[in-house]
C-alpha cells in the first residue's frame, strides 16, 4: 500500500469516526398508569435524570393515548410543551431536546387512555455516556 493510499484510508476513518453519533443510552423514567378519565400527572424527573438529557421517549402501552398536553419544566424555571395529541397504543413518541432545553425538572402529563379502557405512559430518556446517580437525603 503506498503512502498516498494510507494516507487517504486514515482520513476516511477519522472522517466517519467525527461524524458518528455521539453514543447514548436509553433509562427508564416512569409508568403512569391512566384509565378513561382526565387526569394530571407529575413525573419529577430531577431524581430520575442528570443535567444533560438528549432525548424523551413516551410510549403508550395497551391502548391508545389522548393527551391534551405533555409539558417540560426545566432548571431554570422555563416550561416547554413537548407535545399534545394521540399516541396509538404500541407506538413511541420521540422528542429530541433542543441544547439549551436539555436539563429537565419535571414532566406534566394531561392524558387518559382513549376508547374507555386502561393502558400506560411509558417514559425513557436518552442520555449521553455513563450515569451515576447519587440517591437524595
Known sequence: MTKRARLLALTALFTLGAAAPALADWMPVSQIPLDAGRSVNIVDASAALPDRVEALSFRADNTDVVCRSVDGIFRSGMTMRLFSGV???????????????????????????????AGDILIAANIQGPVTLVPAG
Do not use: Y
Open 87 to 117: 399516541m396509538p397504543a404500541g407506538q413511541e413518541k420521540v422528542i429530541h431536546m433542543i441544547p439549551v432545553h436539555r436539563d429537565i425538572t419535571r414532566i406534566d402529563l394531561h392524558c387518559r387512555a382513549a376508547n374507555g379502557g
